[in-house]
């Protein structure tokens, strides 16, 4: 399959606009069904589709003829046919029928993405530039294949720059504020969580504990509790996505850094995928472990992980927002912003094709955050 013909994206500075040479999620695998669905990801139009063997292919969304988007056509067994003049496109996007027409020109044809299905995930290559081949498998995601989680997912679209969602996925301390009456809890207490930020090439880890504390309310109405609770929270931050894995157990009753420990577990994917410099896709999905009445758990947990996302969607848009509204005014950091502060510096350095250079330490960045 050939990689995409278009020239890459940068900014008026000279840089890249988005990390390259990576896989981003271009759709979870249960959208695309027997329809194409057309996206505009890192700026580039594209067409996501099934070949009738199941295999995902992703063209760019225009027509060599007329220019109609290929996401108006119709997905058929060997590829998809445009919806204006019926040109028929295969997976490397080279136009294999013409309707009425023998000779197909060899300039019949459109660019083509690599794409990878894994884990009930669909990721797109995009590297430096046409030429780039992946240098790595997509990234697999065990939890969904894991026998003891059940999993559910959605997308939202964002008006806002794709790293503001990062921002907020690495500091859980707004939970009690943005989201009282489902995972959040007891403000102090968030607020004053032990955490330990770890970072290392261009990923970075937040562990937060909360021992001792009252279960939030989706944590009670998926599993039951006999008092207050130790919760943890642990986010792994990669450049297109982000891992979270929080849950509790009875106070006193296992090791928060045991890894196989019990309790109620919610294990979050967060695919985000910019589709403009100030626009950006959201893929998320969220797996729990009941023990008994498993799909009525499963609706519970996904029910409420959907408000939550509702909540945060509205705070971070009104955000972008008033940073809108207002220009380019500073703002202050505090000690919850270290994870956040790190993954920025990580997509800077990617963006403009630096090598990785170690971290100052973490008491080191506290003190310059609170300064």
């Known amino acids: 399959m050939t990689i995409a013909t278009v020239e890459t994206t940068k900014n008026t500075a000279g840089k890249n606009k988005f990390p390259l040479n990576q896989w981003y999620v271009a759709a979870l695998s249960s959208e695309l069904k027997d329809k194409p669905i057309g996206r505009t990801l890192l700026e580039k139009p594209i067409v996501l589709f099934r070949m009738g063997d199941g295999t995902v292919a992703a063209l760019e969304d225009r027509c060599c003829h007329r220019a109609l988007p290929l996401s108006n056509g119709m997905v058929e067994s060997c590829g998809l ?24 020109p060899s300039r019949a044809k459109v660019a083509s993405y690599r794409a990878q299905e894994r884990d009930g995930l669909i990721w797109l290559w995009f590297g430096q530039d046409q030429y780039t081949e992946p240098t ?68 970075v880890k937040v562990v937060r504990y909360m021992p001792n504390s009252e279960p939030p309310a989706t944590y009670t109405a998926a599993y039951t509790f006999n008092g207050n609770v130790d919760r943890w929270q642990e986010i792994d931050f990669h450049v297109t996505h982000l891992l979270i894995w929080t849950g509790a ?48 758990i499963k609706k519970k947990v996904i029910e409420q992980t959907q408000l939550t996302f509702d909540e945060d969607k509205e705070i971070i848009e009104k955000q972008y927002q008033n940073m809108l509204r207002f220009g380019p005014k500073p ?12 993954a920025r510096r990580i997509i800077e350095r990617l963006c403009l094709k630096e090598e990785p250079h170690s971290e100052p330490t973490q008491e080191g960045i506290l003190e310059a955050a609170i300064a």
Request: hydrophobic letters at 30%; aromatic letters at 10%; glycine letters at 10%.
């Open 81 to 104: 046919r445009c919806g204006y003049h019926g040109l028929l496109f295969n997976q490397e996007g080279k136009c294999i029928e013409i309707p009425g027409q023998e000779k197909i």
């Open 249 to 296: 157990i009875d106070h006193n009753t296992a090791e928060l850094t045991d890894p196989e420990r019990g309790g109620f577990h919610m294990r979050g994917f967060h695919g985000i995928t910019p589709e403009t410099e100030t626009t950006c896709h959201y893929f998320w999905t969220m797996a729990t472990n009941p023990s008994n009445n498993v799909e009525e």
């Open 331 to 342: 703002m202050v950091d505090i000690h919850v912003d270290v994870g956040a502060n790190r």
């Open 136 to 203: 790595c498998n997509a990234p697999s995601y065990f939890v969904h294949s894991d026998p003891k989680y059940v999993y559910g997912g959605g997308v939202y679209y964002y008006n806002a720059p794709y790293q503001l969602i990062h921002d907020n996925l690495l500091d859980l301390s707004h939970l009690a504020y943005v989201h009282p009456h489902t995972i959040g809890g007891n403000a102090k207490i968030h607020m004053n969580a032990e955490m330990k930020v770890e970072s290392e090439g261009d990923k």
